[in-house]
């Protein structure tokens, strides 16, 4: 696959996401839509995003596709369990409600193949592979038992499943049973493969893991918050209700939004170039907006009794804004270098110096010792040789 089909195919992902957040989001009944919702919407949207950068970028590696996966999954697990729940009984409830049931736990595998394959796209060894089949078999057999476990559904009040089967009901309630202990054990496998890989990682890709580890140790320790609420307090309602649920939503975005550090900071996947021009571009982009919009309506309020009709206001913001494309320009890329990508902008900085220096130093001994020392400090090179032409007279 060409990388403009990857990119094109990559960018479908983020675009349906969005459409099935928007969609779960009108479906629900306006007095169960909670600010909650939006941020599940956002972690979901996060993934796709996330991956469909890194599968455009790098068609060949599992991870961008995988993450797309997630997102695009997760969300449309929700707008099923949204259709299926919609008080206006649509038509095909039954069946959202039947999807909804076997695809939103045992979808957290995408996950743990995550874990197992970043950020190179393979497994550590074949063991690891093994262990990635053994959890991939656990959830299909989960989904399975879900799918066609007979009686009522467990996520949807009053909705008997339409293709459960009753002879098989014991033993897919026990499988049914044991989906807690099979996520657990995978989730599991998938943090035991993240900390091993750290282990033996070296350099920039350790640095990059480094964020994958503290995403991981914080979505520990909220699922662990979650655990002690569901025991301590009822979480089915007031203010530990949103709590339970905000805690479960930054889990869920904190391995996207580790990877969108690691991109940035430590230039994971080699997407740093789009990253930085999409950061400051935008910025740039809001911060021009916001200008012209205010200066049209302050001129507006100063000039209006004047000016009645005239469009003197927005001629005065528009040169506005056009004297403050460069400067602004400058600004936010030296913002966004000197926060993400600091290497870059200490090279400059140095680089700056030494142009100022160079203007005054006489001396080609001094000049020359500086000049590898600079080289040093910004290129980092294995080693620096300087060869100086003299001349003949």
Known sequence: ???????????????LTVACVAGYFALYPKEDREGVEALFGLAFVAYAAVGALIAARHPGNPVGWLFCAVGLFSAGSELAYAYARNPNELP??????WVAAWTAEPGTLVIVLLLLLFPTGRFLSRRWRAAALAASAAMAAWALALAFDPGPLRNVDGVVNPVGIEGAGA?????????????????LVGAAGVIVRFRRARGEERRQLKWLALAGAYAGLALLGVLALVLIVDTDGGGWDFVT????????????????????????????????RTLVYGALTATLGGVYASSVLIMG????????????????????????????????????DRRFYRRRYDAVRTLSGFGARLRDQLDVDSLSVELRAVVRETVQPEHVSLWLRRSDS
């Open 301 to 336: 309020l100063v000039l209006g009794p004047i000016t009645r009709e005239s469009d003197l206001a927005v001629a005065v913001a528009t040169l506005t804004v056009a004297a403050l494309v460069r400067p602004a320009r400058t600004r936010i890329q030296s913002a966004v």
């Open 1 to 15: 696959m060409t990388r403009e089909r990857a990119g094109r195919l990559a960018w479908i992902a983020p675009a």
């Open 245 to 276: 649920a905000l805690l479960i939503c930054s889990a869920i975005a904190a391995f996207p939004l580790a990877a969108g550090v690691a991109i940035l900071r430590d230039r994971l996947y080699d997407i740093d170039v789009v990253i930085h």
């Open 171 to 187: 033993l897919l309630d026990v499988v049914a049973a044991a989906g807690v202990l099979i996520l657990l054990l995978s989730m």
């Open 92 to 97: 095909g409830a039954e069946v959202a409600a």
